[in-house]
């Protein structure tokens, strides 16, 4: 950790941890009335892949042609793996062809296990979640309301993020598996979505005091996809919307139901809590290992995917990313090259200005 980190004392995360509680006590829905500046970032162009992807040659190269302009490396499960690969060699290399390319780089992975380490279970078990049944357990994210748990996260991320910087200050640090939250006393009378956003509050107020521009992602997906209702986000909390569970043999404006799983209702209802102008969608247009086989050829649909597009802008989202698993070199020995890329970024170019 670096020395500016050592300003983030306990009782600051015990201050924001109240401020979110204070929050949480009035109980009032709240309406898209929020106070944002404007978003004055390009819009994002961007694809997110595990290191293993990077063995087709010069992805950095590939996106820039296409019209891209970001680049995510991703983990399932922890930064640690994200870690050893900007170490490595080959993550160098990666790197200097993302600068040369002038295409930014951001990380993102499920990172609470990391942020509170599973062995202190040992010797505190109130820092982590209870389940339904009453027990403590040391699988999947923490208790929220323990300001140790909050503090240990929020510490830890300082840490990665000086370990893994973006060119972006945006940051992504989400929830174990995307799975439940805690069920304590204190706990079960917040949604998990209520409960990330208390983290993610603490994450970015911690942050921003050795990088005032710094930004956390609040990830929409599984069990976080109902939007907030009792706590408010804090300034630099943005949407990141990810409908894993979506159709994808029809377009989205065609999945409005409530009652459709990740249907475009939850993104609506998220948009009353987030600004649009700061949100990202994370689609899995191009994710090869999303389609069975899992192996390719990817079924690409062009007119859908344009379709998608007109729908998320008419909401007001101009941040765009997809996951693009699985486009490797094996998938082009199989199947040729990924001309779709091309399709992709030039649809973001001509709708998202």
């Not at 510490?155 to 640090?173: D, G, I």
Request: hydrophobic letters at 35%; proline letters at 8%.
């Amino acid at each position: 950790m670096s020395p500016n980190s050592s300003s983030v004392t306990r009782r600051d995360f015990v201050r924001a941890t109240a401020a979110s509680l204070i929050a949480l006590s009035t109980g009032r829905p709240r309406s898209n009335s929020h106070a944002a500046a404007p978003d004055e970032r390009p819009p994002i162009r961007g694809v997110v892949m595990v290191p293993e992807t990077l063995t087709l040659e010069n992805w950095p190269g590939r996106a820039k042609k296409a019209g891209l302009n970001t680049i995510v490396l991703h983990h399932p499960e922890s930064p640690r793996a994200l870690l050893e690969f900007v170490k490595s060699d080959q993550g160098q290399a990666f790197l200097a062809q993302c600068a040369t390319a002038q295409i930014n780089v951001e990380f993102d992975f499920h990172a609470m296990r990391d942020l509170v380490p599973r062995e202190l279970f040992a010797s505190d078990p109130s820092l982590f979640r209870m389940d339904e049944a009453g027990k403590r357990s040391p699988m999947r994210n923490f208790c929220v309301h323990s300001p140790t748990a909050l503090q240990t996260a929020a510490e830890n991320a300082v840490k990665y993020a000086e370990s893994l910087p973006p060119t972006t200050a945006s940051y992504y640090f989400w929830s174990d598996g995307c799975a439940a939250w805690c069920r304590c006393p204190r706990c079960r009378e917040l949604s998990d979505s209520d409960q990330l956003l208390i983290v993610e509050n603490a994450l970015v107020a911690a942050l921003r005091k050795v990088q005032p521009e710094a930004q956390v992602a609040h990830l929409a997906c599984h069990t976080s996809m109902p939007a907030p209702q009792m706590i408010k986000p804090a300034p630099g909390v943005f949407l990141q919307y990810a409908p894993v569970r979506r159709r994808y043999d029809v377009p989205y404006s065609q999945q409005t139901d409530r009652e459709q799983i990740d249907s475009l209702w939850y993104l609506e209802q998220n948009l009353k809590v987030f600004p649009e102008k700061t949100a990202q969608v994370l689609e899995y247009w191009l994710d090869v290992t999303r389609f069975p086989p899992g192996t390719g050829p990817l079924p690409w649909n062009r007119d859908r995917f344009q379709a998608d597009l007109k729908t998320y802008t008419s909401l007001g989202i101009r941040h765009f990313k997809s996951f693009a698993n699985g486009i490797d070199a094996n998938y082009v020995t199989r199947h040729g090259e990924p001309t779709f890329l091309a399709e992709y970024g030039r649809g973001l170019q001509n709708l998202v200005r």
